[in-house]
């Protein structure tokens, strides 16, 4: 399954991608604009750190993905491309998926759990990976990520 | 082969997706003795409260069964395990032959033995007809009793005073959710649930119910006497065992099953809130009455009565919930008798913020948190893993404490951590 | 990106396609590889005025709301804009001072490449400038208008001389703001000082002193650099010539010069036409030297000398990609660091002339003024002999040109408006008074890869002349305007609406005029005093039916100019917005607020067509508070809008 990967060694934690997913979940997909929407947009990628390095927080579309085992309103599931959903007309707030994601990659919007969605309004692209000046965020499969991590080792 | 799931919920529901992800032509038949179906029951407060509609509580597609080939028969009830014959006796008189049995009868309410409990307008809140029942008196209710400050009873609270009924809930223990916080986080709810105008009433009971044909009021164990025309009982849940007693089938308080899901017969397994197992964090047989877990076990188990042979963790304690905005996760031990335990706690009262970590040499065996919620899973997995965290111990309670801060542990522990999300994300640490 | 979405420009889109043939990395390149840009850029977010930082603010509201110094996202954004302005300010400010210094070296004699060309000028400053002028000589008045506006830099009390030039009502209402720039550079030092870590925290005060600055390049720096240009080296008249890549010669050794200050490119047109030079030219087999410029040096010769213009900003690397470049001079500002690698693919030299300014890749000739001429001659000979090196399979010169007039001046404007034989406002104001004019409007700045290049200047050129509203052009966007063909007399009958084409056929004056370079929005300013001066129009530049646009700009002068036209009442239409909209309250101030306080606001629309409409809308509003006849051939369209 394509996904987003992250090598943790390129990242400046510039932030570009926690702006990039905040507009391309606004209405108008247009950064002047979207911060002054009435429903502010919302990212759903956060960076963080490690005790030294920046490390983006994001959903890892587990492939048993606890938080689905745990959604008792059928709210998150995974779709036909293996990509962990949530259907915002379903969820309760419950935050049963908040408990259980070992990656903290779960928010709460007002009563609505939020998390990364693999961008659905996009063709065969992720905001965030787009937005990445120093490539750290890669879109593809795992062995291709591997892949590429091992040519990159010198 | 004949599957046969008793019990068309969380664990049963599962099951048969598991089943069917093995074996794709073996028959399955359940029997389910609630004519509702694929709904989750966790939603029926919500139901009650009116934020939802009946069509929102059903968590797979109506055309379900269909797809997952299944027999479902519903309205009926299992009466009996009949194991040495493998056949189940129903009560309609009809007896099923099985190959694999699972049992997935989950709990029924607990109801309080008082003169007058036999009254109309008391009762118990597990499924969607016991919603309705609540639903359809509610025209003629003013005032609500609850009994028992435990997670269904607040739920009940709170979806009530949400349809603008006086609601007091009346709680046997010093404070509310005994089973899953310390009396330092329940402050939180209570002060929160109570601002909002919810009456709560520690360390009483009810005594009788007074009334006529229906119930117009309660006493309480210091004599007082309260006013109501609804009474929920939430006292806890007991597991629906009906059908395997007098029968070899091992049972405790629930049915005794192993690290598979199987009980003393192998070819019959118990899964969900019926179903007493390991607890992952004590060690101890226990049931722990969870959507999560059910869903779980029941996975589990219908993976291994379709061939395979996987183990179950265990289950482990934990719920959340949230009320009026205050959002409470907590998991595992949560008030430890013991010296052993440490206890970790931070508290910010204007905020309302809580946070507390149980440890025992240095092991996540437990944790509340009040408000501030989002990392509780990335604690559940350092709880699960049991790894050592005396690394990051000073971090557990800061807002800045996430799965970025357990990189290191989970690059040491590679072992442990063997879900490939682990690898993926420390690979390039 | 597709080229035709790059440029309307034939010529640069013919070029684009080679560059993208031979690999060759241009600005729009660059862009596309930067895009997505960074957000807390854009929105003016990010802080790295000291070291508790880097900080940023979380748009989304989510992150930290403060910088570690609890500045707010108004403060950052704040204070970054004035920072531009400061360094916009500096830049033209700075080229002023060259000139006064060139000014200065010519009056004592102390160098030959310079002389007075306009005495007349001189004599006014001089008389402006309380300088006496009966019967001394022209050298002694120079140095000592040289020295007083040298004052002006480093002056730290009283009032910038030329700012006495703005209508009264202006002046009184600077002096109410506390904005009546003191120094030139006083303002700028203070702006730094300011914005420095824990000084200047409140947003409005911020801006308010960042127009203080700008007043003092508008008023001063950039006055003072056209006023004395044209003093050096003539004030231009208006003058034939043309315009984009098609300039450049296969057979003549094609040097173009690049930047801003006239003081070398002055010289080198000189240089250019040196016989034994061009000799030397024929024998390296050449017909002979064709001099062509880029950006506002290249306006300032060819307002003065008719010297064509081979392009604007985005078209730099460009001329070296036609391979017919022997070699490209470049000074001060708007030069890109990316020259050197195209020029790699090519034979083309770049020489770097100023001490300030330095190049990876380019040779270094150093200019000074005191040895111009022999100066500029080395750097001719040098293209000459580049010649032989010309790639001929690499030669692409597209067939792409214009033809324009050019060097129309405060002075010139009524001069021509006026009739040839009565030197007054007068017939300008009635235009507009009587209604077939609606009113007048700037459009300036730069190219920006963010926009189509060109696209923005000539939209809204075309559509502002075709509702009537006369239209005046300074640097790229008037370089964008002569490439679309708009600077032609012949123009007018094509696209001007039926009153600005009666004035343009009476007159015989294009319906978008140049006014020179970027530092000439000097010109526009005193263009607007004149119209106040001349009366019926109101008592303020804030009550005139005018307005300003810069569609495409990218500089911080750009910044530092659009602040100083709004400070002094001129409603101003951006095509990218600041980079401040991260701030609700700044974004409050400079788009609406403004206006109680100088009269005037600032726009933010990238559509040029839509920003035009605004800016006719304003126009509109003008005019009904002035209460002036309807304009005269009003269509139907704007009616019903
Ligand atoms: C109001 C409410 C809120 C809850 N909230 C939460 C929460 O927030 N978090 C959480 O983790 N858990 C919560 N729970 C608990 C959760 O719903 C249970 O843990 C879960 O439903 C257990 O699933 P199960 O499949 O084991 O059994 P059940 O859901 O109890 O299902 C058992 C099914 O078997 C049927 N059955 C029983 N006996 C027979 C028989 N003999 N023959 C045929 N059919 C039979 C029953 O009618 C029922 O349909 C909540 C429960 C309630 C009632
Ligand atoms: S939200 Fe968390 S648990 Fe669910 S798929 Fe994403 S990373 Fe896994
Ligand atoms: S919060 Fe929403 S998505 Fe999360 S478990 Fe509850 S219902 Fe499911």
Redesign the pocket.
């Known amino acids: 399954m394509e996904k987003i990967f992250c090598d943790i060694r390129k990242c400046l934690g510039c932030k570009s991608c926690e702006i990039a997913c905040g507009v391309e979940h606004s209405t108008s997909k247009n950064i002047f604009k979207s911060i002054r929407e009435e429903k502010k947009p919302r990212q759903r990628v956060i960076v963080r750190s490690t005790t030294k390095e920046p490390f983006p927080l994001r959903c890892h579309h587990c492939e048993e993905a606890p938080c689905i085992e745990?959604c008792?309103s059928g709210a998150m599931y995974k779709d036909e491309k293996g990509v962990t959903r949530h259907d915002p007309d379903k969820c309760v707030g419950?935050w049963?998926c908040i408990m259980v994601c070992p990656f903290g990659a779960i928010s709460r919007q007002e009563s609505l759990a939020l998390k990364c969605d693999l961008c659905p309004d996009r063709e065969d692209s992720f905001a965030c990976v787009e937005a990445c000046p120093t490539k750290a965020l890669f879109a593809g499969t795992w062995d291709e990520f591997k892949k590429r991590l091992g040519q990159e080792k010198r | 082969m004949h599957y046969v799931i008793?019990?068309?919920?969380?664990?049963?529901?599962n099951a048969i997706e598991a089943i069917r992800s093995l074996d794709k032509e073996g028959k399955i038949s359940l029997?389910?003795?609630?004519e509702f179906?694929l709904y989750?029951?966790?939603?029926?407060?919500y139901f009650l409260a009116g934020k939802l509609t009946e069509d929102k509580l059903k968590y797979r597609s109506s055309d379900f069964y269909e797809k997952q080939k299944v027999e479902a028969l519903h309205g009926?009830?299992?009466?009996k395990v009949l194991p040495e014959k493998r056949k189940l006796l129903l009560?309609n008189g009809r007896e099923l032959a099985y190959d694999r049995l699972l049992i997935?009868?989950?709990?029924?309410?607990k109801m309080v033995e008082v003169p007058g409990s036999d009254k109309e307008g008391i009762l118990g809140?597990?499924?969607y007809q016991d919603a309705q029942l609540i639903n359809e008196r509610l025209d003629k209710v003013n005032t609500v009793s609850i009994l028992g400050g435990g997670?269904?009873g607040l739920?009940?609270a709170y979806s009530l005073h949400a349809r603008n009924k006086q609601v007091k809930v009346i709680v046997k223990s010093n404070q509310v959710l005994s089973q899953m916080l310390d009396s330092g986080a329940a402050n939180f709810i209570r002060r929160k649930i109570e601002q909002k105008g919810i009456q709560v009433m520690t360390g009483l009971a009810a005594v009788e119910f007074l009334g006529g044909k229906e119930v117009s009021g309660l006493v309480l164990d210091d004599g007082r006497k309260l006013e109501c025309e609804l009474v929920i009982v939430g006292k806890g849940?007991r597991p629906?065992l009906?059908?395997v007693k007098g029968t070899e089938i091992k049972t405790d308080y629930g049915i005794i099953v192993d690290d598979y899901l199987q009980t003393n017969f192998p070819n019959i397994y118990a899964?969900?809130?019926?179903?007493q197992g390991k607890d992952l964090i004590s060690g101890q047989s226990t049931i722990n009455?969870?959507?999560?877990?059910?869903?779980a076990?029941?996975r589990v188990a219908g993976l291994n009565m379709a061939g395979k042979k996987l183990k179950y963790d265990g289950s482990m304690a934990?719920?959340?919930?949230e009320f009026f905005g205050l959002p409470v996760i907590s998991m595992g031990i949560t008030r430890p008798k013991d010296k052993e335990y440490e206890q970790l706690v931070r508290e910010d009262e204007k905020n309302f913020v809580y946070k507390k970590v149980v440890l025992r040499k240095n092991r996540v065996q437990g944790m509340i948190l009040v408000n501030k919620i989002e990392q509780a899973g990335v604690m559940g997995i350092l709880m699960r893993k049991k790894v050592d965290v005396s690394s990051i111990k000073e971090m557990l309670l800061e807002d800045k404490f996430d799965f970025a801060k357990i990189l290191p542990i989970i690059k040491e522990g590679k072992e442990l951590f063997t879900e490939r999300e682990f690898e993926e994300s420390t690979i390039s640490y | 990106m597709k080229k035709q979405d790059k440029s309307i420009d034939k010529a640069s889109q013919e070029l684009l396609e080679i560059a993208e043939r031979e690999g060759i990395d241009t600005a729009w390149e660059r862009y596309e590889a930067m895009v997505p840009q960074c957000g807390f850029g854009e929105l003016g977010l990010c802080c790295r005025n000291c070291l508790l930082g880097p900080c940023r603010i979380d748009p989304f509201e989510e992150g930290p709301q403060k910088g570690v110094c609890g500045a707010t996202p108004e403060i950052i954004a704040a204070r970054n804009l004035t920072r531009m302005i400061a360094a916009g300010a500096s830049a033209h400010s700075d080229h002023g001072r060259d000139v006064a210094h060139t000014l200065l070296l010519a009056a004592q004699g102390k160098t030959e490449g310079y002389g007075i060309k306009d005495e007349d000028k001189l004599l006014s400053l001089a008389n402006e400038l309380g300088i006496k002028t009966n019967r001394r000589d022209k050298k002694e008045i120079a140095k000592e208008v040289a020295e007083k506006v040298f004052s002006e830099f480093g002056q730290q009390h009283g009032e910038l001389q030329f700012s006495h030039r703005a209508p009264e009502k202006r002046q009184a209402l600077w002096r109410k703001l506390g904005i009546m720039p003191r120094g030139i550079d006083r303002e700028i030092v203070e702006v730094m000082h300011r914005t420095s870590i824990g000084v200047d925290n409140d947003p409005e005060n911020l801006i308010t002193h960042g127009m203080k600055t700008a007043l003092g390049d508008g008023w001063g720096g950039s006055m003072i650099a056209t006023e004395l240009s044209d003093v050096l080296f003539g004030t231009p008249r208006p003058i034939r010539a043309k315009v984009n890549l098609g300039v450049l010669k296969e057979d003549e050794v094609n040097l173009v010069v690049h930047g801003h200050e006239p003081t070398l490119s002055d010289v080198i047109v000189t240089a250019s036409q040196d016989k034994e030079l061009i000799e030397l030219a024929k024998k390296n087999g050449a017909k002979g030297i064709n001099l062509a410029g880029i950006c506002c040096t290249a306006n300032e010769i060819l307002m003065r000398h008719g010297i064509p213009i081979a392009g604007n900003f985005l078209q730099q690397e460009l001329a070296i990609t036609t391979g017919a470049v022997d070699l490209m001079l470049v000074d001060v500002q708007c030069v890109m660091p990316g020259l050197s690698s195209v020029a790699r693919c090519f034979h083309t030299k770049i020489v770097s002339t100023s001490p300030k300014a330095k190049f990876p890749g380019a040779e270094h000739v150093e200019f000074n003024e005191e040895e111009a001429l022999p100066i500029a001659k080395k750097i001719v000979r040098m293209a000459v002999e580049n010649f032989k090196n010309r790639m001929k399979e690499k030669v692409n010169i597209p067939k792409v040109k214009m033809d324009l007039v050019a060097g129309f001046t405060a002075e010139s404007v009524f001069k021509f408006l006026g009739g040839r034989y009565r030197a007054t406002y007068r017939p300008l104001n009635d235009a507009i008074i009587n209604g077939r004019l609606r009113g007048a409007a700037a459009i300036v700045g730069c190219n920006n890869p963010k926009i189509k290049q060109d696209w923005g200047h000539v939209e809204m050129a075309k559509e502002l002349i075709k509702n009537d509203v006369l239209v005046v052009v300074t640097g790229c966007s008037a370089i964008a305007n002569a490439k679309a063909g708009l600077l032609k007399p012949e123009a007018a009958f094509q696209y001007a609406g039926k009153g600005l084409q009666e004035i343009c056929q009476a007159v015989g004056v294009p319906p978008v005029l140049h006014v020179g370079s970027c530092v000439d929005n000097s010109r526009i300013l005193i263009t607007l005093c004149n119209v106040v001066n001349e009366g019926g129009l109101g008592e303020d530049i804030s009550e005139l039916p005018v307005a300003g646009a810069a569609p495409e700009w990218m500089s911080e002068k750009a910044v530092a100019i659009a602040f100083y036209v709004v400070a002094s009442g001129v409603f101003t239409v951006l095509g990218n917005p600041f980079p401040i909209l991260g701030s609700r309250e700044v974004t409050e101030l400079l788009t609406r607020r403004l206006t109680e306080v100088v009269g005037a606001n600032f726009a933010f629309e990238s559509d040029p067509i839509k920003a035009a409409q605004l800016m006719i809308d304003h126009i509109n509003k003008k005019r009904e508070a002035l209460k002036l006849k309807p304009v005269m051939y009003e269509k139907e369209e704007v009616l019903v809008k």
């Open positions: 745990a008792m419950c049963m | 008793v019990g068309g919920s969380a664990s049963g529901i029997i389910s003795d609630e179906s989750s029951r966790c939603l029926i407060t009926i009830k299992a009466k009560d997935a009868t989950g709990a029924s309410p809140l597990r499924t997670l269904i739920r009940a849940v629906n009906e059908l899964a969900g809130d019926v179903a009455a969870l959507w999560p877990c059910a869903v076990q029941g934990m719920n959340s919930v």
